[in-house]
């Protein structure tokens, strides 16, 4: 076929196949099953899917995957619906899907999809005529691999240099690369350097953030990639495809595939060709597109309403003067009247004429905005529903993940699937991905014992995992659930010091349930020894990222001996939604109003003391009640109940878990669409992003489910850091003040914010606080006149002041340093490290 119609006709065809293929996997895998367990007619509309399938292929000439899915065909036509199929002939049909999955992905990156290992895979599927790899393609291959290292190796030492123009960019064409090496490997058999392979792409993703966790990581990659090396060296006739190496020398960077389709109509079967003519598929890059023109058209009604109301303010203003006016003619007239009266009498008339017209224009205006409103309400609905998409289509793919990961680590797992029919935003479908393929991979390895082990506890030789979806009102909670041996939170600890994440007295100081948590701190791992499956620091830790960045959060709970479960909770949608603006301090805030149940009063008499805890009896039921202010790090302010006056308080509700917090003020409620802060504050967990407020305001967005989670009694803090100096962190701009607040905890301080230096003036006033970290330039009170109000101050004097300011000439550090500033740092020196060390240095006993 001609290129540049394959081309234009390329998205539909990869959004059908795809769907096809999991269509495809799933039946394959049904007819592996008892017979009375099946759904009626499974085997023909597996032929007819596979028949469609190959028939597509080959009407555009692709026939890689047109041979792959002949050969799949003819293995099915031996098989009566009453027949199971064998163990072996499902494998090999599943590793076809598989690789024609990979052509698809070289298809969507403008490559010749080709399918990997094509001979040997024809050949287990009993086609006969397989593809039989030319004299030399191995050891060409290997050379090909070795090629790749080299490319590998001076992805390394470009990003260890100090300066890299896109740090991401060369990360993303490292691990494409290893990983398609990886996968070279895996077709040729060659198993240890596709297990070293992806332990180099795995190492390349952690050196991204760049900072301290990139230098430790560096470190692997480059003991990774000696391995690897030998291991290419080894391997000279294990024959690798030369074929599937060459698609590593051009791996595609990830986002490439731009014009991956998705169905744009629900309910459509692809086995029904008749419904073709009532759908229509589009670019996701287009739906994206819309989406955004959709969110900006709602934003720009909400400040064209804005508008209206001052109009009106303006209009009652107007209507005033002119009864002053007329006042004033009236007297004139009683007066006797004169040379000003005529004038006057007319300016009067000319301004009620306007001012008709004016009411006019403004009922018009009124009118339209109320039509526009309707519509662009109704195009949001409907675009809601064009990405809402069932979530069977990322919980189906599991079935494969969890026979392949069972069957390499020897073991029996019986896995449960629900809420297939469940229907949410397509962008939340895609990023659970990979975080559904972490959980259920870790389920298999660390929570199911192996049958020896499940004999010996009683427990029936098949471990079994549940994969669930559960609405949960505007929300859902994707849970997997093992039947294992349960997380053992003394092992969490042990490998938690011994990987240097907390030291020996402070792990012994946690909760269970937060020790249970460190499990998602990057670089954990208890597996000791690097395997195709664990141990490489890298997979937990990508769930927790990925529910922040989704407005979400994400538990673990176990039972020693009888299972763990996770829970990842996310809105069904990451549209525009409705958020209530709350002020807490000189701080507002958005919180999401599907998670607000209530707004109510407080009195004295209504709030306690439970268990060492602070309660507030609503409704006959006592409820956890905290500062919403020290509950997103900002400093303790006094509260309404401690003089005996009425507090304002908002319920958050999450599942079935409810808690109040404490505000100072409701200010409004508008649409809001939640941006994200970039990974900069990605690690401050209250926060789901930001949203600009139709008059312009920057505000940010809290994650509310991480809220209620945060407030348990037993995940709150115990005192572990209470011997830890405290910082106080002063900076007007949001997004540098939570930055810098981040990169301190993260180092294990506790942190305290305020927006100016009259706030942090009055904190310090308040509470004692070891160091102070201060931006130059503030309203109020700025860096400088922090830093001399400190340094005059009886009993803070000795309080060590940072200030970090974007101010860089000689004059302005001698200024810094005359007011008494302890340290000055640049702003673009805190990422490289600057701040942390000389934090430490004016810290010396921390």
Known sequence: ?????????????????????????????????????????????????????????ASLGLDDIEKVVHAIEDGLAHFKPEDRLP????????????????????????????????????????????????????????AKGLDALESLEAALGALCSPDVPDRAAVVRTAVDRARALRQAAETAGVEKVASLAEAAALGFTRMEPGGDAAGLAASDVAGTLVDLRAALEASGGAGVVERAVEALQSAPAPGSAEGSGVQAASGASQESRGAADRTVRVSVKTLESLALQVELLLSGRAQQARRGDAHRALMDGMHEVLLNLERASSQLVLSGGGPALEPLRAGVMQMRALQKRLLELARESHRDGEQL?????????????????????????????????????????????????????????????????????????HGIESAAERRSAGKPEAGRLSVRVEPRGTRIAVVVEDDGGGLSPERVRATAVRRGLLTAEAAAKLSDAQAARLVFQPGFSTREQVTATSGRGVGLDVVQATAQRLQGSVDVDFTAGRGTRFTVDLPLTLAAALGLMVRTGTTVSAIPSDSVKRVLRLSPDDVGTVAGRVVARVDGEQLTFLPLAESIGLPRLPLALDSGKMQNAALLAVGDERVLFAIDEVVGQQEIVVRSLGRHVASVRHLAGAAVLDDGRVVPVLNAAELVRAARPETRSVGTQSSRPRILVCDDALTTRFAMKSLLEIAGYPVVTAADGEEAWSVLERSPCQLVVSDWQMPRLDGVGLARRIKSHPTLHRTPIILVTSLDSPEDRAAGLEAGADGYLVKREVERGKLLELVRQLLPAS
Do not use: C
């Open 87 to 142: 163990r072996a002939v499902v494998e090999s049909m599943l590793r076809g899907l598989s690789a024609i999955e990979s052509a698809m992905a070289r298809g969507d990156a403008g490559q010749s999809p080709a399918v990997d290992g094509l001979g040997s895979l024809l050949a287990a599927l009993g086609r006969e005529g397989a593809v039989s790899a030319p004299a030399g393609a191995a050891s060409g291959g290997v």
């Open 373 to 445: 409103a309707l519509v662009a309400q109704v195009a949001r609905d409907d675009l809601r529903d064009l990405r809402m998409v069932p979530a069977s289509q990322v919980l189906e793919p599991l079935r494969r993940t969890v026979r392949e990961v069972s069957a390499r680590l020897n073991k029996d797992v019986t896995l449960e699937l629900a809420g297939g029919d469940v229907r949410l935003d397509r962008r939340i479908l895609d990023a659970l991905k990979d975080p559904l393929l972490h959980l259920v991979r870790n389920a298999i390895d």
């Open 1 to 57: 076929m001609d290129a540049q119609l394959l081309r234009s006709i390329w998205p539909v065809f990869s959004a059908e196949t795809r769907e096809q293929i999991q269509a495809i996997g799933s039946k394959v895998l049904g007819l592996e099953g008892p017979v009375q367990e099946r759904e009626p007619d499974l085997l023909p509309s597996l032929k007819r899917l596979v028949h469609s399938l190959k028939g597509s292929a």
